[in-house]
């Protein structure tokens, strides 16, 4: 159970409803964890834009690579991934 009330897709507006939509399109949904930051919608944005600056960009590690380290890490906070 969530201590910070979502921001669900249905109540989303402006930047966030945005933001949900570009992620619906990347993931074919929206995140708990976009929904939670989404309560402060510049910080929503700029976390996302590392996120994807890291994981979806051309950089020195294969995206196989990216998501294995992200799998690992999560397993290690003991987060869902």
């Known amino acids: 159970m969530a201590y910070i009330r979502p921001v669900s897709i249905d109540e989303a507006t402006g930047d966030t409803a945005r933001l949900y939509q570009a992620a619906i399109k990347r993931a074919g949904g929206v995140a708990n964890i976009i929904q939670i930051m989404s309560r402060d919608g510049a910080s929503a ?37």
């Open 45 to 81: 944005n700029a976390s996302m834009g590392l996120y994807v600056a890291l994981m979806k960009s051309g950089n020195s590690l294969s995206s196989v690579r990216r998501e294995m380290l992200a799998a690992v890490v999560s397993n290690a906070n003991d987060c869902y991934y």
